[in-house]
């Protein structure tokens, strides 16, 4: 099976820009064919690896002119690959590469020169092409749920649209074997956690917490806006909440645990099934929504689900139309409000059988996660399934971290680009 088919890319250039005017860069959709659906279901089941995990391995299965006023907020466009990751650029050293901005670990890494023929098909870092580069040389190990990666730490300027970080600590990588096939067939080349300090590798300064401390930030935020139809970008943006991202009033729930943007749920409720008080992870480098397998089971067998033989604490449900229309949404109860997840959003086409009809994936998925300290709610994980429902903003002011949802204005969005096939 072809995992990766098809995919759109998109080339983005960096521009001058005046003060509080946010620079936009871009995240892609494409149509689901059964080859993607596919796809998607492997990158996914290795993403709780991969852009979730940190040193606590608790997942697993994740341009200004120089003479230019220093911006104060900025927008880079967030590329979609396969509804599965989104990944937008990032330049160190002078060097661009497109990077996870992943709210579920800490670290950013990028491949290096020296990582051989692992990452041919990636950008790789050289520090001779870096005026900036300070070599710190000390060990970096991260153990993901499907191997290890490593390599050694380095700093060197970076930026992200229109910012520019003094002195960033990033990884070079130079072992991927434990990230497998998908990472050599996927379009991003590294990391960037967008996580609290508590679960940096190593203690390193996490890139939004370095642009806190150098005051470059109008406010202490930032947002995702993720696109929903096939082949459209979405949008990141940091330092401010652009109300032309939003329609009605945003809905604040506190960050109960700093480390990963956790926070409180007085109900996760399927139908008329009501599951009960939970913790919930905002995590933008998860494709899926993932909780405690006793309380996915209850879901699973709502739906006449049958398990996934490819892989644990995954199902299979037929989404045939007139078994689509008796399913109910999958709500999440935060601070009082209810959000929603339509059997539309929930359900990915996967394949047909004859007599039976299209069967579907269901995108939550099994995964027992270690309860917090002196609690035993279950753990659940709002990756993009969830986030693209929602305007999100990530409120990292000290003292008071938050995170909050408001209804997406889509229509700011680019419209969809058509589909490319990359064969």
């Not at 006023?69 to 979609?80: C, K, M």
């Not at 967008?194 to 939004?208: A, R």
């Not at 459209?232 to 506190?254: C, M, N, S, V």
Request: net charge negative.
């Amino acid at each position: 099976m072809k995992v990766f088919g098809s995919l759109v890319l998109l080339s983005v250039l960096g521009a001058a820009v005046a003060k509080d005017e946010p620079v936009r860069l871009t995240l892609k959709r494409r149509g689901p064919s059964m080859e993607d659906a596919a796809a998607r279901f492997v990158k996914a089941s290795i993403a709780h690896a991969m852009f979730g995990a940190d040193n606590q391995e608790f997942l697993s299965a994740k341009l200004g002119g120089e003479n230019d006023p220093e911006p104060d907020s900025a927008t880079i466009v967030l590329r979609d690959f396969m509804n599965a990751s989104y990944q937008s650029p990032l330049t160190i050293g002078g060097q661009e590469f497109e990077m996870i901005f992943d709210t579920g670990s800490s670290n950013t890494w990028v491949p290096s020169l020296k990582c051989g023929k692992d990452c041919e098909s990636k950008n790789v870092y050289d520090s001779s092409k870096s005026k900036e580069y300070v070599e710190d040389g000390a060990k970096f190990d991260i153990a993901y749920g499907s191997g290890p990666v490593s390599g050694f730490w380095s700093k060197d300027s970076a930026q992200v649209g229109s910012m520019k970080i003094d002195s960033l600590e990033f990884a070079e990588v130079t072992e991927v074997k434990g990230l497998g096939m998908m990472y050599k067939a996927s379009k991003f080349d590294g990391i960037c956690g967008m996580g609290f300090p508590t679960i940096s590798v190593d203690g390193k300064v996490p890139l939004f917490e370095k642009l806190v401390q150098q005051g470059n930030l109008k406010e202490q935020v930032f947002t995702f806006l993720l696109g929903q139809q096939d082949g459209q970008d979405g949008e990141l943006t940091f330092g401010t909440i652009d109300k032309t991202r939003y329609h009605g009033d945003i809905h604040w729930a506190p960050v109960l645990h700093k480390g990963y943007w956790t926070i409180g749920m007085q109900n996760v409720q399927f139908g008329s099934q009501s599951i009960g008080k939970a913790f919930g992870i905002v995590d933008s480098g998860t494709s899926l929504i993932t909780g405690p397998s006793a309380d996915v089971q209850k879901i699973a067998d709502s739906l006449g689900a049958w398990k996934f033989f490819l892989k644990a604490g995954t199902y299979i449900v037929n989404c045939r139309p007139d078994k689509m229309e008796t399913y109910p949404n999958l709500d999440f109860v935060i601070e009082g409000k209810n959000y929603s997840i339509p059997p539309q959003d929930y359900l990915i086409p996967l394949f047909r059988l004859p007599w039976f009809g299209e069967q579907c994936l269901l995108s939550v998925m099994a995964m027992d996660i270690p309860a917090q300290k002196n609690s035993e709610l279950g753990m659940w994980i709002l990756g993009s399934v969830f986030m693209r429902k929602q305007f999100t903003i990530f409120d990292y002011t000290k003292g008071s971290e938050r995170v909050g949802f408001a209804n997406p204005a889509l229509e700011v969005l680019p419209p969809a680009k058509p589909n490319v096939q990359n064969m």
